[in-house]
């Protein structure tokens, strides 16, 4: 069924979630397609880009220069919101920025808002909280809209809609657009959501956008995007609201370029996105248009405890994807499997922060630890070390199952006295080599993992060291 | 350079070449020897430690780093027939050992010395295989932890080139995973064999008679996947290709 939504998103466990998606013919079909282009794109992008080491090694100093003077940069970006006009929030957690955002909506007495796509007001829950307030919610996102006609959530943070072939974003839009496109071409069905969203964009009442950066010396806000929606999501609106992670913070305008140039070409291959705006405060006498409030309401969300412990270095990341398009696994589960706001590697990193360890655990050990997904990070994050360390977290706080603790303990215990080693390992040979004929055993107990998809080479009899010392060298 | 007066070399063989295919670990100390190498096989080494370093087991792991570091830190070079291993003794072992006053220095110490065998052969002795045949066709995967680790991509191309006969067929997706991951293909195998299914199609869309590779872990995985899906490719690692021993058995292959 092409428009329920994606069964693995409702599954309880990773596991079950991903033996769903690996299932789905259909899903692979959709995520190849999107990343095998997201992949080239980016590499001509950074072809194309002879400084693109040095303006990495810039975008990771930036990051970090303001993740190291985090306080400063609120307090200035405070009051310059505030001196042009617009009101900072403040909120510690995901509870508190949907109540403020819920809060301001009803003192707005909206009845209708638009949304422009802000996987922070994924994070938040915002969506299920304005539908909870009875108050209508209208993506404006292209892809933000297929997945609200499919009632999911997004599968990517570039691509929210990734998992939807385009065969089914038409089976959504002719039972959800009224009339339906006059054909299943892309061009008609573009036409066709922007034709329903144009109305919802004049009527309403609350424009709700995310920030790709919050500049600290203007006070503004800016959000990029390639449909333009943004623009029409917190311009025509009576109040705009603004959520924002506190890690979106940079210096000055020249700053947030200098990270655009990484952002546009890690996303999506581009040079510069199709529309860069900045928002700073409310409409003032003599503009030609603009809302009349404008709310900044920044998100802290387990982020400031990031600061202080292993995990500080991802408080760099600047939501470009590349980690998922560049992720063997990602391309076999596509994002709903996570479970989680955010899939992927930085993802594995982010979900345990969020939903907490022992509810995440699975995710830090779903990764191959192939780097890739550092070796294209625009601001050098080290992923597979932060993975690692919750791998290290999840040993230490007795998360890991009993049973892999036991015999990984043993294993360890046995490897530290050679001698034993020696004879164990020797035993171990001999016996998996009875298991199988000619060269390959076709099942090993307790290997079944390994087995049920591929077969095991038979060890040639005796091991290397036994070889050794009987003098065959 | 003659043998007694060239670099003394310990040989790290790893666990799964000592257990599941030995042959590495002769081909290993028949180049290293032609290169002018004094070969060491320390007895008293087991494994690096990375089963239990990826699954975040770092207390065994720091027993273990400092168990390899005791065994090896009196060798000129510590060079190993995988880019994963060696990159856990020159990577992970700084890194967990960073805080510690004593062994901090010597893991780093150690760390500066390790070397995945392909790059120590072409980086450190300026090795080039000499008067070695193979008549075939042959595919390269880069295994993850040499490629972005250890700095092993040109080395191993520029040794097998020095093959008479032997014709190298690009591999589509070369530098992507094989799926394999250690403990990862355990605990999740239809992740893994998702993925090891996409490489064995890139490998047999080349039409080469042999895979070669850096690392037993993932040969193992492609192979058994390559074995499994009926193909006739036949694997070895890199080192045995230039040593001249890819006139044995191949991976799953009876001797």
Redesign the interface.
């Known amino acids: 069924m092409s428009d329920a939504p994606h069964a693995e998103a409702e599954a309880p466990d990773f596991k079950t979630r991903a033996g769903i998606a690996l299932a789905d013919r259909t899903l692979k079909i959709a995520i190849d397609r999107t990343t095998n282009t997201a992949e080239t794109k980016r590499a001509a992008a950074v072809g194309a880009f002879p400084e693109f080491e040095a303006a990495r090694e810039r975008g990771r100093a930036i990051k970090d220069h303001v993740i190291a003077n985090l306080g400063h940069y609120l307090e200035t970006f405070e009051r310059n919101a505030t001196a042009s006009g617009a009101k900072v929030h403040w909120a510690a957690d995901d509870a508190e920025a949907r109540a403020i955002v819920v809060r301001l909506c009803r003192e707005a007495g909206a009845r209708s808002v638009t949304r422009s796509k802000s996987m922070l007001g994924e994070e938040i829950g915002l969506p299920d909280a304005l539908a909870e307030a009875g108050i209508e919610r209208v993506e404006t996102d292209l892809a933000e809209h297929i997945i609200q006609l499919a009632g999911e959530h997004p599968s990517h943070i570039i691509w929210p809609a990734m998992h939807r072939t385009r065969e089914q974003v038409a089976d959504l839009f002719r039972e959800g657009h009224v009339p339906p496109p006059s054909a299943e071409d892309p061009g008609s069905m573009v036409r066709s959501a922007r034709r329903v969203l144009r109305e919802k964009f004049l009527g309403a009442d609350v424009g709700i956008s995310g920030a790709n950066f919050l500049i600290a010396d203007t006070g503004a806000t800016c959000t990029v995007t390639n449909e333009g929606n943004a623009e029409l999501t917190t311009t025509p609106p009576r109040v705009h609201i603004v959520t924002a992670g506190i890690e979106k913070l940079v210096p000055s305008t020249a700053h947030a370029f200098a990270l655009l140039r990484l952002l546009v070409r890690s996303a999506t291959g581009g040079e510069m996105t199709q529309y860069t705006t900045f928002h700073r405060g409310p409409k003032r006498p003599g503009d030609a248009d603009g809302p009349e409030e404008m709310h900044i309401v920044l998100v802290d969300n387990g982020r400031s405890r990031m600061l202080g412990d292993e995990f500080r270095d991802m408080l760099r990341c600047i939501r470009c994807g590349a980690c998922m398009n560049h992720c063997v696994v990602y391309r076999q589960i596509g994002g709903h499997a996570y479970g989680g706001t955010y899939p992927g590697p930085m993802g594995a990193v982010l979900t345990p922060v969020l939903d907490g360890l022992a509810k995440s655990r699975d995710l830090p050990f779903a990764c191959t630890m192939n780097g890739r997904c550092a070796e294209v990070c625009p601001v050098r994050i080290p992923l597979p070390t932060l993975l690692r360390a919750w791998r290290g977290r999840s040993w230490r706080e007795n998360l890991e199952p009993r049973a892999m603790r036991a015999g990984l303990g043993l294993w360890a215990w046995v490897a530290r006295r050679p001698r034993l080693y020696r004879l164990a390992s020797g035993l171990g040979v001999r016996a998996l080599r009875l298991m199988g004929k000619g060269g390959w055993v076709g099942s090993v107990p307790l290997a079944g993992g390994w087995t049920a998809y591929r077969d095991l080479p038979r060890p040639s009899g005796k091991t290397f060291m036994e070889q050794y010392r009987g003098g065959r060298k | 350079m003659t043998q007694a007066s060239g670099p003394r070399v310990a040989l790290f063989?790893t666990?799964l070449?000592?257990?599941?295919?030995?042959?590495i670990?002769?081909a290993a100390?028949r180049v290293l020897e032609e290169a002018g190498c004094v070969v060491e096989?320390p007895?008293?080494?087991?494994?690096c430690?990375q089963?239990?370093?990826?699954?975040?087991?770092?207390a065994?792991t720091k027993?273990?780093a400092r168990?390899v570091i005791s065994v090896f830190d009196g060798y000129d070079h510590v060079v190993v027939p995988s880019g994963s291993c060696a990159g856990t003794i020159a990577h992970g072992y700084p890194?967990l050992l960073a805080d510690d006053p004593v062994w901090g220095p010597r893991a780093k110490a150690l760390a500066g010395k390790t070397r995945e065998i392909l790059s120590f052969l072409v980086d450190v002795m300026g090795y080039r295989p000499e008067g070695r045949s193979l008549p075939a066709s042959a595919t390269y995967h880069d295994s993850?932890?040499g490629l972005?680790?250890m700095g092993v991509k040109a080395q191993p191309r520029a040794l097998l080139a020095g093959i008479d006969g032997l014709e190298m067929r690009p591999l589509e997706g070369a530098?992507?995973?094989c799926?394999?991951?250690?403990?990862?293909?355990?605990?999740?195998?239809?992740?893994?064999?998702?993925?090891?299914g996409e490489k064995a199609a890139a490998i047999e869309a080349t039409g080469a008679d042999l895979l070669l590779a850096g690392d037993l872990g993932c040969l193992?995985?492609m192979?058994?996947?390559l074995?499994?899906e009926g193909s006739k490719v036949r694997c070895f690692h890199t080192v045995e290709v230039v040593a001249g021993m890819a006139d044995g058995?191949a991976?799953?292959?009876?001797?």
Request: hydrophobic share 35%.
């Open positions: 063989v666990c070449v000592d257990a599941m295919r030995p042959r670990g002769f100390i096989v007895e008293a080494q087991t494994c430690g089963p239990a370093f990826n699954s975040g087991d770092d065994d027993a273990l168990q890194e993850c932890s972005r680790e530098e992507v995973c799926g394999f991951g250690g403990t990862f293909c355990v605990k999740y195998p239809a992740i893994s064999n998702g993925i090891v193992m995985n192979a058994g996947k074995h499994r058995p991976i799953g292959e009876a001797e």
